[in-house]
């Protein structure tokens, strides 16, 4: 059993709750420009100050009295990450209510299962169609009372409600909170079974967010003076998300939101909102270098553009090195090199996240160490973390002058980590969830004399890095008796620029396969790179030229384990896992029992010979 305790920077307050910043940052810096707004797609920003948002905040939460919710009520929200649901958090927690999560891609059953356990008494929708998903199941839900609408104008509608509700009815509710009262019930993203709400603290988001924010408070800036800012485009409905939204306004961080998680979309409003720093998960960061890599190739440029990876990665080893000592840092000739493709390589890619990001931070899942390499070589520190719902967002990050790239980090301020016996990583902190809504036993089988027990394999370095090997319920074990973390092999291979899933199998079967999916993108840049014409997918998976590509991918993957735990036979798959076939949870991680269901007859083939 190892331990390792960082000790908080940031006490929590005895008093209070998360809606108190808003309108002691109004007192203290009324015109300070606390959120970007756009009104609509393709509109300019507009700035939003702090006594602006304290109004709105105040405003919002007299229409939520006016309209029958009361201190301790759940309030739903389906929504894309936009501006009014910051709105509704903060209204909310001024009057001492909850909200209830629900990704805007969950399925009818599931958000009639969330609203029923939840026992929500009101929900507010983005638009038309999650109105209708909701209404398909009103009548199984007496105790929901109300629906609004976002894009028929919710906010307009219970601001007018509101107009005849004194500000003391609000303030009144607001001073009854207290650290230890729910804030919000975010459900798990059920990769087994169904999912569990999560009760989460105001205690818990400042305990998480205030250490978080003190501990990296010089890298929120891309250089010393600079107004903070963040883009957020991660899903609200997520617990990264929420925490990044409640620390960016308890740290005075400029905020905006975005609504669409995909690379195409993203990078537009990155460049035109210009943020000092962003949070994303490794896929947002892994688009960003394909399409930096697909530019160059397109302009001929594909050779120099690979040079100008690997001296990245180079440097920025060489970097972390002497940051550990145990090297000199980068030597002469390096260094002039890396001068040579700042100005050609790494400075553009820097423009593609809108010219002032000089670090980032990760989290959602693994992020593959050279990846981390390249970003830091290219002037964009990414601080990968790691944490769960249950502890209201990262429990461990990298540090700002120490990174350990391929690591999570050390525990944040405030937060020790156990690795237990069967080598389990277990929580603990003042981020800690309480436990789990009405379910005391799934609560007393993961919280034990105050530590979490998280499910995932980890290991401790003796300077208190920790890395996750993986989760313990998804350790392979062949017939052999051979145990074998899966996520190691599927993230090097995940790593090859065609390839855009993988997941390694191989219970009680004689050896570790794969089933892999390509990125269709890619493949089509790839292909027309060679002059070859575009074909449907069910010929591309036959093509020999492909497979010689991917098995690379493969064999890259075997060099990281002994051969008992490699990957022995692979099949490329036609179509990718997705949400809508239930392969995916709303955080886009596999759920594996039900990708072997579905493709059951590839998995059988793999073993045929």
Partial sequence: MREFTVPPVVTAPPVGGLADVVFDHAADDPDRVALGRRPAPGEPWQEVTAAAFRDEVLALAKGLIAQGIRFGDRVAVMSRTRYEWTLFDFALWCIGAQLVPLYPTSSTEQVFWMLHDADVSACVVEHEDHAMTVGSVVDRLPRLARLWQLDAGAVHELTEAGAGIGDDVVHRHRMALTPDSPATVIYTSGTTGRPKGCVLTHGNFMAEADNVVRRYDPVFRSRPGDEASTLLFLPLAHVFGRMVQVAAVRGRV??????????????????????????????????????????????????????????????????????????PGPGTALRVQHQVF?????????????????????????????????????????????????????????????????????????????????????????????????????????????????????????????????????????????????????????????????????????????????????????????????????????????????????VAANTLVSQAESIRAFRILVGRFTEEQGLLTPTLKLKRKAIEKAYATEVEALYAT
């Fill in 342 to 554: 700042d100005k050609l390589v790494y400075s553009k890619v820097r423009e593609t996240l809108g010219g002032r990001v000089r670090h980032a931070m990760s989290g959602g899942s693994a992020m593959e160490r050279r990846l981390g390499l390249f970003f830091a070589g290219a002037g964009i520190t990414v601080f990968e973390g790691y944490g769960l719902t249950e502890t209201t967002g990262a429990a461990v990050a990298n540090p700002p002058e120490r990174t350990r790239f391929g690591t999570v980090g050390r525990p944040v301020p405030g937060t020790s980590v156990r690795i237990a016996d069967d080598g389990e990583v277990w929580l603990r902190g003042g981020q800690v969830f309480p436990g789990y809504l009405g379910d005391r036993r799934a609560t007393e089988e993961v919280l034990r004399g105050g530590w979490l027990a998280t499910g995932d394999l980890g290991a401790l370095d003796d300077d208190g890095y920790l890395t996750i090997i993986g989760r313990k319920k998804e350790i392979l074990v062949t017939s052999g008796g051979k145990s074998v973390p899966p996520l190691v092999l599927e993230e090097r291979v995940r790593a090859h620029p065609l390839v855009a899933q993988c997941i390694a199998v191989g219970n009680d079967r004689p050896y570790v396969a794969a089933l892999i999916t390509l990125d269709q993108e890619a493949v089509a840049h790839w292909r027309a790179m060679r002059e070859q014409p575009p074909v449907e997918p069910a010929e591309l998976v036959r093509d020999p030229e492909l497979e010689a590509e991917i098995r690379r991918a493969v």
């Fill in 254 to 327: 400029k905020l905006g939101h975005q609504p669409q998680l995909t690379v195409a979309a993203l990078l537009p409003d990155l460049q035109e909102f210009r943020p000092t720093f962003v949070l994303a998960v490794p896929y947002v960061f892994e688009g960003i270098l394909a399409a930096a890599r697909r530019e160059a190739e397109l302009q001929g440029k594909g050779r120099p553009f690979e040079k100008a990876v690997e001296v990245a990665v180079r440097y920025a080893r060489a970097q972390e090195s002497k940051a550990f000592g145990t090297g």
